[in-house]
């Protein structure tokens, strides 16, 4: 049961959202049906359309699985962003000092990124458990860090000539297309591989079922002799470390170089896929693919028909509104029916 309203929920919200969104555009004056027949085919609309959408599902894929991973662990990781970063800041520190090239530089970057990532999110892991902290307030703060030392690094340390931007990597670092008439890079597998593991560890493994019981119970789980320290902050660890392969792949597969802007809105967004999706994996991959369609599509449909922009973002916004509240209504109606029911057996035990 609790399946099926994972999957409910989170469709409800894209259905009255796409609905409330059409009842603003018709009262702009525009056709809602003719409105979103251009945002989508300016998402996938043609074989190079579909796969700008999918290079943009590619970094959101990675920064919402970082956070439902950490956030099904009862630990509040809002610095994805920082550790999608440092990933990529990471990788082309490598590079430049190394000068590997090919395949091995493409797998010493990504590796990199992994544990760089990783040791970002150990940082408000390590201030929650040792000293108490809060980890939403740390690893926001560290985002902002992680943003100055990526300027410091294409305006200072690795930058290229006049423009503050960081060399292009060399064409034998870039991740290859899945094919010459299909240009999606293949950080796309990638970060299918890893929403697939992510679910399987999870649903299907007994480290995964101790993730799900700390962030379930962790008064719970102190009781029956679990390392509730060692799972948070493994957990913090394994998130920071997939955002941080985001960064590399985001690096490697469309960017090439490091400037600004580079990451901004990933992290926030793929908490809000994550929250979306219910915290599966499988639904954050799907979710992602869903907020990619709305900003490509959207572009197309300011272009085509004079919509705003806004209009998607708004799109946006509400299925992240109706998707946590009807999720918030759903637990309710659960813990009052729980209640009712308690209360009955002790009436009748009293009875008795």
């Known amino acids: 049961m609790k399946k099926i309203e994972g999957l409910i929920i989170?469709?409800?919200a894209v259905l009255l959202a796409f609905l409330?969104?059409?009842?603003?555009?018709?009262?702009?004056?525009?056709?809602?049906?003719?409105?979103?027949?251009?945002?989508?085919?300016?998402?996938?609309?043609?074989?190079?359309?579909?796969?700008?959408?999918?290079?943009?599902?590619?970094?959101?894929?990675?920064?919402?699985?970082?956070?439902?991973f950490a956030y099904k662990c009862g630990v509040f990781n809002l610095g994805g962003e920082g550790q999608f970063i440092m990933g990529a800041v990471a990788a082309v520190t490598l590079l430049?000092?190394?000068?590997?090239?090919?395949?091995?530089?493409?797998?010493?970057a990504l590796l990199v990124s992994v544990i760089a990532g990783g040791v970002w999110a150990l940082i408000p892991g390590i201030l929650k458990i040792r000293r108490g902290l809060n980890e939403m307030i740390v690893s926001i703060m560290l985002n902002?860090?992680?943003?100055?030392?990526?300027?410091?690094?294409?305006?200072?340390?690795?930058?290229?000539?006049?423009?503050p931007q960081t060399a292009?990597?060399?064409?034998?670092l870039k991740l290859p297309?899945?094919?010459?008439?299909?240009?999606?890079?293949?950080?796309?597998?990638?970060?299918?591989i890893v929403g697939l593991l992510l679910y399987y560890i999870m649903f299907h493994t007994s480290y995964g079922f101790k993730v799900r019981a700390v962030g379930n119970n962790l008064t719970a789980?102190?009781?029956?002799?679990?390392?509730?320290?060692?799972?948070?902050?493994?957990?913090?660890?394994?998130?920071?470390?997939?955002?941080?392969?985001?960064?590399?792949?985001?690096?490697?597969?469309?960017?090439?170089?490091?400037?600004?802007?580079?990451?901004?809105?990933?992290?926030?967004?793929?908490?809000?896929?994550?929250?979306?999706?219910?915290?599966n994996p499988i639904g954050a991959l799907v979710i992602s693919f869903l907020f990619a369609v709305l900003r490509k599509g959207s572009i197309a449909l300011q272009v085509s028909m004079g919509v705003p922009t806004a209009i998607a973002e708004m799109i946006q916004a509400l299925i992240i509104i109706f998707a946590v509240g009807g999720t918030a209504i759903v637990k309710r109606k659960s813990l009052s029916g729980k209640r009712e029911k308690r209360i009955l057996r002790k009436e009748k035990e009293a009875a008795v």
């Open 177 to 192: 297309f899945l094919s010459a008439g299909f240009r999606v890079h293949y950080g796309i597998i990638i970060a299918l």
């Open 10 to 12: 989170p469709l409800i």
């Open 144 to 163: 902002y860090i992680a943003t100055l030392i990526m300027s410091l690094v294409y305006t200072n340390i690795f930058r290229d000539g006049s423009i």
């Open 96 to 108: 430049e000092l190394t000068g590997i090239k090919g395949t091995a530089g493409i797998i010493c």
């Open 168 to 172: 292009e990597i060399d064409g034998s």
């Open 20 to 68: 409330v969104g059409g009842i603003i555009m018709a009262e702009l004056g525009t056709n809602p049906f003719t409105a979103y027949a251009a945002l989508f085919m300016g998402a996938f609309g043609s074989s190079s359309m579909l796969a700008q959408t999918l290079a943009l599902t590619c970094p959101l894929m990675f920064t919402s699985l970082a956070a439902a």
């Open 221 to 279: 789980t102190k009781i029956n002799g679990f390392r509730v320290n060692f799972i948070m902050l493994s957990a913090f660890v394994l998130s920071g470390a997939i955002a941080g392969l985001g960064g590399s792949t985001e690096l490697l597969g469309k960017q090439f170089r490091l400037q600004s802007g580079f990451g901004s809105g990933f992290g926030f967004d793929g908490v809000a896929i994550a929250l979306i999706a219910e915290l």
